[in-house]
């Protein structure tokens, strides 16, 4: 079992910056693949980015690509993950969720292979 908890979302202006935070608890640190979604009004879930357990490796989706980065934090037995968010834009208003897993491969865009998620948190970017 794992607990997934997310933070940092807000009201922004477009052009601003905004870094999320999730924290996953409940197994050793440095062992999750961790991952942000989101999902706005009317519209389905979408892949955001991803990090994998060591944090060696990343995917991006497209749109975010070059504007946002993910990192983590796996030191003193932490499974912190972070989204520098940069040049925020209007359509980038979501509920961004976290999640987690601990096995499968290596990188993985797809929600369904995430057992673990965060309540969500907002993110409005105001024109």
């Known amino acids: 079992q794992a607990h997934v908890v997310e933070s940092g979302g807000g009201l922004v202006q477009a052009g601003d910056s905004l870094r999320l935070s999730c924290a996953a608890s409940?197994?050793?640190?440095?062992?999750?693949?961790m991952a942000w979604f989101r999902q706005a009004p009317g519209k389905e879930r979408e892949f955001v980015a991803t990090i994998s357990w060591s944090g060696d490796s990343t995917s991006y989706s497209d749109i975010v690509k070059g504007r946002f980065t993910i990192s983590r934090d796996n030191t003193k037995n932490k499974n912190t993950v972070f989204l520098q968010m940069n040049n925020l834009q209007p359509e980038d208003t979501a509920q961004y969720y976290c999640?987690?897993?601990?096995?499968?491969?290596?990188?993985?865009?797809?929600?369904?292979?995430?057992?673990?998620w965060g309540q969500g948190t907002q993110v409005t970017v105001s024109s």
């Open positions: 409940g197994h050793t640190a440095g062992t999750y693949a």
């Open positions: 999640a987690a897993r601990f096995t499968g491969r290596l990188i993985d865009t797809t929600p369904q292979v995430y057992p673990y």
